[in-house]
């Protein structure tokens, strides 16, 4: 039975008797070890599973019924993403153009009646809408405005002089708010800060190759917002991603010493959509200026909430033109500038950046050449917008701030007082980043879901964010009541079923990439 159990030969694999060979097997179980213990440092034991289930995932080719079942999973949690977001369907869709056109009064009431569907109706479902949906004098300001100029091209200034004047006046605005005035800055208007944040990209792409740099890089925090993934992956750039430090700021010390040969630019972020923390762009900013390579400052959520902070000695981070070393901005007026949406700019620090972002076409029939990624533009949202930024003025916009940084300083201080939650870092305007030692943050964030509330939620590590807006003058005092009693909840059963959006992330931090992707990519045919 021994001879059996112990077979001579695989007690000389594991028990050599053999010194030297011991000592050769006893070092590469340590460094195995150590290589295991390292890994679990830096990614967790979940980081460890995911990586498991990852190396899995890579050998489902060969094996078929692995892959069917991987395959049958994601399309199960795709059906009930599909079922969240459309319900049993619409029967009354138009998959065809009517074979007689309705009247105007018809397509209003069906309209009208979509409309008191939308769940932006209700306070408690944020949207991405920054102003209060009660502003009715601001809403028909600008629906009067849109309807003035709904028929305008902006391709065409000599025709529609009026949509150039809104948008070199919108440009100008922004770049005195980002105190670029006198200091030969120049903009551009984009439809979103997505569009802002490629065409700078685009810019210091350019500009690599006029450095004769083949293989460009830049450098970010892993914090930053996902567009610049997106303008990198566009343009063949290598983006280079930093761990966050402690407080989920980018380090100027590891910054540093990414910079190589090959690096373009650092992308920076005021602040940051996850955790609303301003990256501490000015010692960055010394550090690009002594490399010489460009700093993009992703202001797009920050916009004019942080400029009229800084206005008000509310923000002690030096973030814009200010910095000398500072390039690039990009800037959002339909988020805290609270026009509707498709407005934004990206300012550079002098003409030539901006130049590099244009693309002539002169070897074709026609002589073509646009400011930005597109061609013909509506002029009516330039109008809206003009209007809406003329409407506030300082006065509201200062107001505005000031409104938001009171509820922003409520918030964080009623989450210290309630017992298993805190602040996953001190953010610094528009999201308050929460987590919790004692129970899965994302259970928090499902229950909530179930109260009607629309919550963030971000990974690496978990949290449970709440972006501010108008809006939430009116809600504060529910939301900060049902957390209470939901968190009190959680204490004493933690263990309760993660649902809804909270439940992708929640899976999230083991689930392998590549099925992650197939989600989110599905996510994208289903929507």
Not at 296 to 307: A, E, I, R, T
Request: hydrophobic share 40%.
């Amino acid at each position: 039975i021994n001879s059996f159990a112990n077979p001579p030969v695989l007690q000389d694999f594991f028990f050599p008797q053999n010194k030297n060979v011991r000592i050769i097997e006893h070092t590469i179980t340590l460094i195995v070890f150590l290589r295991v213990l390292h890994f679990g440092y830096r990614h967790g034991i979940r980081g460890m599973i995911k990586s498991v289930l990852g190396l899995i995932v890579q050998r489902s080719d060969f094996l078929p019924p692995l892959k069917a079942v991987l395959e049958n999973e994601i399309k199960k949690e795709l059906e009930k993403i599909e079922h969240h977001m459309l319900g049993e369907g619409d029967d009354d869709a138009w998959t065809q153009v009517p074979a007689v056109g309705l009247s105007a009064k018809e397509i209003i009431l069906k309209g009208e009646k979509l409309k008191i569907n939308d769940s932006s109706n209700n306070l408690k479902q944020w949207g991405g809408i920054y102003h209060s949906n009660q502003d009715c004098e601001l809403e028909n300001l600008q629906k009067e405005m849109w309807g003035l100029f709904n028929s305008t091209n902006s391709l065409y200034p000599s025709v529609f002089q009026s949509i150039r004047k809104f948008e070199a006046e919108l440009i100008s605005m922004v770049i005195d708010m980002l105190n670029g005035k006198n200091k030969g800055v120049v903009g551009l208007l984009t439809s979103g800060g997505t569009e802002s944040i490629l065409i700078a990209i685009h810019s210091y792409k350019q500009l690599a190759k006029e450095r004769n740099i083949e293989k460009p890089n830049i450098i970010s925090c892993e914090t930053a917002h996902p567009a610049v993934d997106k303008a990198c992956h566009y343009f063949g750039i290598d983006l280079i991603k930093l761990k966050a430090d402690k407080n989920q700021k980018l380090s100027p010390q590891l910054v540093k010493q990414a910079i190589d040969k090959n690096t373009i630019a650092v992308y920076t972020s005021a602040p940051t959509f996850p955790h609303g923390v301003i990256d501490p762009i000015e010692e960055i900013s010394l550090i690009t200026k002594k490399f010489k390579i460009g700093l993009h400052v992703d202001n797009c959520l920050g916009g004019f909430y942080l400029s009229y902070l800084q206005r008000n000695n509310l923000v002690k981070e030096k973030w814009d033109f200010n910095n000398c070393g500072v390039t690039t901005i990009s800037c959002d007026i339909h988020k805290y500038g609270l026009s509707s949406k498709g407005v934004s700019v990206i300012v550079f620090n002098n003409s030539h950046l901006r130049k590099l972002s244009f693309v002539p076409v002169i070897n074709s029939p026609s002589l073509y050449v646009t400011p930005t990624l597109q061609g013909a533009r509506s002029g009516a949202i330039m109008a809206s917008a003009w209007a809406t930024m003329l409407f506030m003025g300082d006065s509201g916009y200062e107001k505005m701030a000031l409104t938001l940084h009171d509820i922003h300083t409520k918030v964080k201080n009623e989450i210290r007082n309630i017992k298993g939650l805190e602040l996953l870092c001190e953010s610094d305007l528009a999201v308050i980043p929460i987590t919790s030692a004692e129970f899965n943050i994302y259970s928090l964030a499902s229950l909530l879901e179930k109260r009607g509330w629309n919550m963030f939620t971000s990974k690496d590590p978990p949290c449970m964010s709440l972006c501010i807006g108008l809006q939430h003058q009116n809600v504060i005092d529910e939301w900060i009541k049902d957390v209470k009693e939901l968190t009190k909840e959680l204490r004493l059963n933690p263990n309760i079923k993660i649902e809804g959006n909270a439940s992708v992330y929640s899976a999230a931090q083991i689930l392998p990439d590549s099925i992650l992707k197939d989600v989110l990519c599905g996510y994208i045919d289903v929507k």
